[in-house]
């Protein structure tokens, strides 16, 4: 059973589009993030929710928008994508948002912008 | 600012022998520090935690050590196995009052040779 997913796993689009990624995990956890890996493999922590709110909410333009439905899904949406959007993306889950807890990651969602 | 270094040069090492990884952090006082490993196409996976109060942590053929005054990780795997390549990241985090903040090292890669 895959604990956290997410889809798509590539997404190639113009700029100026928009596109969701979306991420579920199965594991029961009560925190979710959105990390972005770019080309040099630095990986970023872009947002974090625990329990449907907001807890961590990185520099990062306001065309990135994240959802939360529930506490087993948070879903990424990205207005007026531009060729710097361009990465990989990962979702995370952990038990709580303390500091102690590993985090498990989902497989990834590279974006390219063209 | 903060600032977490991890030797970027790619570390080859014949197998069985061990392979020593360091991470070094400047402005910055974390209460946790986590190792993980990445292979290619795929997310991070948690490895160990280390607090700042313990000196050193095991698993298996996996070392970690964690010197607050030198603010410095290393990380140990011994008796090293092809399968072991892979890119390793050291992940800082603060206390629970920052929420589970990661900030993630560029990584090592490693490559052990037959």
């Known amino acids: 059973d895959t604990a956290v997913s997410q889809t798509p796993k590539y997404l190639v689009t113009q700029m100026g589009n928009d596109k969701s990624i979306k991420c579920e995990q199965n594991?029961?956890?009560?925190?979710m993030y959105w990390y972005k890996q770019d080309s040099k493999k630095f990986l970023k922590i872009m947002f974090s929710y625990n329990n449907k709110e907001l807890i961590i909410n990185e520099t990062v333009p306001n065309r990135f928008s994240p959802k939360s439905p529930d506490k087993a899904h948070l879903n990424l949406h990205i207005n007026s994508l531009e060729l710097g959007d361009s990465a990989v993306y990962f979702c995370?889950?952990?038990?709580?948002?303390?500091?102690?807890?590993?985090?498990?990651f989902g497989p990834g969602t590279r974006l390219t912008v063209t | 600012s903060q600032k977490i270094e991890q030797n970027s040069e790619a570390l080859n090492i014949q197998e069985g022998k061990t392979a020593t990884l360091t991470c070094n952090y400047t402005?910055?006082?974390?209460?946790?520090l986590q190792w993980y490993r990445q292979d290619p196409g795929r997310g991070p996976v948690f490895l160990l935690l280390?607090?700042?109060?313990?000196k050193e942590k095991r698993k298996e053929r996996l070392k970690v050590t964690f010197d607050t005054t030198l603010k410095q990780s290393l990380f140990h795997i011994t008796a090293s196995q092809p399968a072991d390549s892979a890119t390793y990241l050291c992940?800082?985090?603060?206390?629970?009052?920052?929420?589970?903040?990661?900030?993630f090292g560029g990584g090592t890669r490693v490559l052990v040779k037959p």
């Open positions: 280390i607090r700042e109060n313990e």
């Open positions: 594991l029961g956890h009560d925190t």
């Open positions: 402005n910055y006082s974390p209460a946790y």
């Open positions: 995370a889950s952990s038990r709580t948002s303390g500091s102690s807890y590993e985090q498990y």
């Open positions: 992940a800082l985090a603060p206390g629970s009052a920052a929420g589970n903040k990661l900030t």
